[in-house]
C-alpha cells in the first residue's frame, strides 16, 4: 500500500508530522507492505532568500505581528519537536527559498532516498541552521543522504528535476492540499496536519482494510 506525503523542508509541523507518522508505520502491522512516496509543496514560492533577517524577523513581518508573538510561535513549535525528539534551534534557522532543495529531494527520489533525503533536509534547517538554498550546503546534505557530489553539482547547474516539482505542486493544487503536511493513503484517504500517531495508525489500518 502507498501513502504520499506533500511536504515543504521549510514546514516545522512537516517534520513533527513526519516523526508521529514514523511512530505510527512502526506500529503498524503491515509495515513492510508500505511504500512512502515524498513529494513537493513549497510554502511560498516567491521567497527570497535573505541571510540578514532572522526566523523571527521574518515571521513577525509574514503575519504582521509582533515579535513577541513571533517568539511565542517558535517557542511552541520548539516544545510540539521535542515532545518527539526533535531539537530545533529556530534562532539559528536561515529564512531561505526551498526550490533548489525540492530539486534535490527529487533527484534523491529518482535514487531512491527520498526518505533519506527528507530527513537530512529537515535536520539542516531546523536543527543545524544550514541554509537550504546555498549550493555547497545542498551538496554537504545530498552526500549525508548517500547521494554523489558530482550530480548534485550537476543538478544545481541545471534545471534538471524542474518539471517534476511542478508537477507535484500542480497534482497538491489539483487534489485540493491548501497546507503541510498532507498525507493521502491508498490515493483514498486523506489526513492534513501533523496529527497524533494515533490518528496515523488509525488511517493506515482503515486504509489498508479497505484494500482488502
Not at 510554502?43 to 508573538?69: C, F, P
Not at 530545533?88 to 529564512?95: E, M, R, T, Y
Not at 541552521?129 to 550546503?137: E, H, Q, T
Request: overall charge negative.
Amino acid at each position: 500500500m502507498k501513502v504520499d506525503i506533500w511536504s515543504d523542508v521549510r514546514c516545522p509541523f512537516c517534520y513533527i508530522g513526519k516523526r508521529k507518522f514514523e511512530s505510527a508505520l512502526a506500529e503498524f502491522e503491515h509495515k513492510e507492505a508500505i511504500e512512502v512516496e515524498w513529494h513537493s509543496f513549497e510554502l511560498d514560492q516567491n521567497m527570497v532568500t535573505v541571510l540578514d533577517k532572522s526566523s523571527e524577523e521574518y515571521l513577525a513581518e509574514r503575519y504582521g505581528k509582533s515579535r513577541e508573538w513571533a517568539a511565542e510561535s517558535h517557542k511552541h513549535v520548539t516544545e510540539a519537536a521535542a515532545e518527539v525528539g526533535l531539537n530545533f534551534n529556530l534562532a539559528q534557522s536561515i529564512v531561505a527559498n526551498s526550490f533548489d532543495a525540492h530539486r534535490l529531494i527529487q533527484l534523491a527520489k529518482s535514487k531512491g532516498l527520498g526518505d533519506e533525503i527528507e530527513e537530512a533536509l529537515f535536520k539542516a534547517y531546523f536543527t543545524d541552521g544550514k541554509n537550504i538554498d546555498d549550493p555547497a550546503s545542498l551538496v554537504e546534505i545530498g552526500t549525508l543522504a548517500g547521494l554523489e557530489a558530482t550530480e548534485i553539482t550537476e543538478l544545481l547547474n541545471s534545471d534538471h528535476f524542474t518539471d517534476e516539482v511542478r508537477y507535484d505542486e500542480k497534482t497538491a493544487e489539483t487534489i485540493g492540499v491548501r497546507g503541510v503536511p498532507f498525507f493521502v493513503f491508498n490515493e483514498k484517504l486523506a489526513v492534513s496536519g501533523a496529527q497524533p500517531s494515533e490518528t496515523f495508525l488509525g488511517a493506515l489500518k482503515q486504509a489498508w482494510e479497505g484494500q482488502a
